[in-house]
């Protein structure tokens, strides 16, 4: 298993911009064959912070992701 940690930050005006990308998005990568888990993390102190954690089968499960 792979647990992959990925790190943005917006400007605040895209904020909502990005929410509705990843809410849309986030039942497809749920289901993208090898992903386990993902959850998406917003920083309580840094509210521009996010951060997506998710779960791999492993590298190759991620390499097939389409890039956006």
């Given amino acids: 298993m792979l647990i992959r940690i990925v790190k943005m930050t ?3 005006e895209y904020i909502p911009a ?3 990308i ?3 998005s ?3 990568i749920r289901y993208f064959p090898g992903c386990m888990h993902l959850e ?3 920083e309580a102190a840094q509210p521009d ?3 997506t954690y998710s779960h ?3 590298d190759a499960a991620i390499a097939k992701l389409p890039s956006v």
Avoid: S
Wanted: charged share 20%; with cysteine.
């Fill in 26 to 28: 986030e039942r497809k």
């Fill in 49 to 51: 912070v996010f951060c």
């Fill in 10 to 12: 917006f400007i605040p």
């Fill in 18 to 20: 990005f929410q509705a």
């Fill in 22 to 24: 990843f809410h849309r």
């Fill in 56 to 58: 791999w089968t492993g």
């Fill in 40 to 42: 998406l993390w917003q």
